[in-house]
């Protein structure tokens, strides 16, 4: 299983990113995918997951109406559109994916978001 992310930068507040990555290694339309972010001495947190079929999403509050989780089974690829950026989204934000035959989670290499001005 191989989570690659890609797509972070510096910006200031309130521009756009949008974070893609692409998965191998695992059947990718069967599973849920997440999007998880960390910033510096803070927990991991849980930013957005959306189902296998793409059908449901689901997002922490402070996010919500600003940060859309979407997908593309045919191109194996998960995607985190972010608007209006605030400093507090600073984080590197991580891939995830739950394999339950594996009873693991996996977690790519993380990117790098900067909202700064």
């Known amino acids: 299983v191989q989570l690659v992310e890609s797509g972070g930068g510096l910006v200031q507040p309130g521009d756009s990113l949008r974070l893609s990555c692409v998965a191998s290694g695992f059947t990718f339309s069967s599973y849920g995918m997440s999007w998880y972010r960390q910033a510096p001495g803070k927990e991991r947190e849980l930013v957005a997951a959306i189902t296998s079929a793409g059908v449901a999403t689901d997002y922490v509050d402070s996010v919500k109406g600003r940060f859309t989780i979407s997908r593309d089974n045919a191109k194996n690829t998960v995607y985190l559109q972010m608007n209006s950026l605030k400093p507090e989204d600073t984080a590197v934000y991580y891939c995830?994916?739950?394999?339950?035959?594996?009873?693991?989670?996996?977690w790519g290499q993380g990117t790098q978001v900067t909202v700064s001005s």
């Open positions: 995830s994916t739950y394999i339950f035959v594996f009873n693991k989670r996996y």
